[in-house]
């Protein structure tokens, strides 16, 4: 098996090679956050949007990011280079160190944060999901309350999608109080019978998806009406059309939630023409 090529604080490895501290606060206290960006024809998909937001994620947990977007870039597009990677992702995953023996405090400021990057190989575009849709299951939302933070906090989310494969599903959508907050890894949308689409308003309740902010200016764009507010399992159900997106899915169709069937149980054609212009937009954009 071929061996990708990891970074990990400053140097190119073998990804066998590839080590952290076992005293990492990452390992120890999930003290750390993430980015993953996509990756088509060679180039980056929305990078900018997702290094303004590591800083966000960084600056809430009071975390150093002593690297610039230049700096950060330039390890990306090396790490495509090495891996010759063509369609996947780029994951970044950043932690506050390691300092020595295990405390819940905070380090001194001066602790190095460890900075590991790596590549995945995985079909973006020609995807059965994107094509075909997906079947949802729900599940209560069990997270902390600071979901706008991109931690490495994914216990929950794992065990979330878990229990919607042991029932048949695909994914989870996450619930709280009734209403959808977003899905296990991704965010949720429903288009409605009066043609409006409806994607939850930003909070501390859901993560503020760069997929999402780019599908709403390809809404705008195409004179789509969008709602930014909460809507629940059962106004979902009955919706003519639901999707979920996410840098790693793009737009993909929900086709069911909960064994129901959304419309005639096939993609429809505005989740379709969204997914194809964003696909388009992206190349455009890439770099």
């Known amino acids: 098996m071929t061996q990708r090529t990891v970074y990990v604080n400053g140097d190119y490895v073998a990804e066998r090679d590839a080590k952290v501290s076992v005293f990492d606060r990452g390992f120890l206290l999930a003290d750390g956050v993430y980015e993953v960006s996509s990756v088509l024809d ?29 700096t950060l870039l330039e390890i990306h597009r090396e790490l495509i280079r090495r891996n ?20 819940f405090a905070y ?47 994914l216990l929950y989310p794992a065990m979330a999608k878990m229990a919607a494969k ?29 043609g409006v689409l409806v994607t939850r308003e930003l909070s501390h309740a859901i993560l503020p998806g760069i997929t999402r902010a780019v599908v709403l200016e390809i809404a705008a764009a195409l004179s789509l009406d969008v709602e930014a507010r909460a809507f629940s399992v059962a106004e979902a159900q009955s919706a003519r059309e639901c999707f979920v997106t996410s840098a790693s899915s793009f737009v993909t169709p929900v086709i069911a ?20 212009a964003y696909i388009e937009e992206s190349r455009r954009r890439a770099i």
């Not at 997702?50 to 009071?62: D, I, W, Y």
């Not at 380090?107 to 190989?121: G, H, I, K, R, Y």
């Not at 939630?257 to 194809?276: F, T």
């Open 257 to 276: 939630i909960d064994e129901v069937m959304i419309g005639d149980g096939r993609p429809g054609d505005v989740s379709r023409r969204l997914r194809s």
């Open 42 to 70: 060679g180039k980056l998909i929305d990078f900018s949007g997702h290094m303004q937001r590591l800083k966000r994620s960084a600056g809430e947990l009071e975390m150093a990011l002593p690297w610039s977007d230049e």
């Open 166 to 194: 042991a029932v048949g599903a695909d994914d989870a959508w996450l619930v709280e109080n009734g209403m959808v907050t977003e899905g296990a890894s991704n965010n949720a949308w429903i288009l409605t019978h009066d």
């Open 107 to 153: 380090p001194d400021a001066s602790t190095p944060p460890t900075l590991v990057l790596f590549t995945q190989a995985k079909a973006l575009v020609d995807s059965r999901s994107g094509s075909e849709g997906i079947r949802v299951a729900t599940q209560p939302d069990w997270r902390w309350t600071r979901r706008d933070i991109k931690t490495v906090q």
């Open 84 to 103: 010759a990677l063509e369609e996947g992702m780029v994951y970044l995953q950043l932690t506050r160190g390691s300092a020595g023996d295990r405390d």
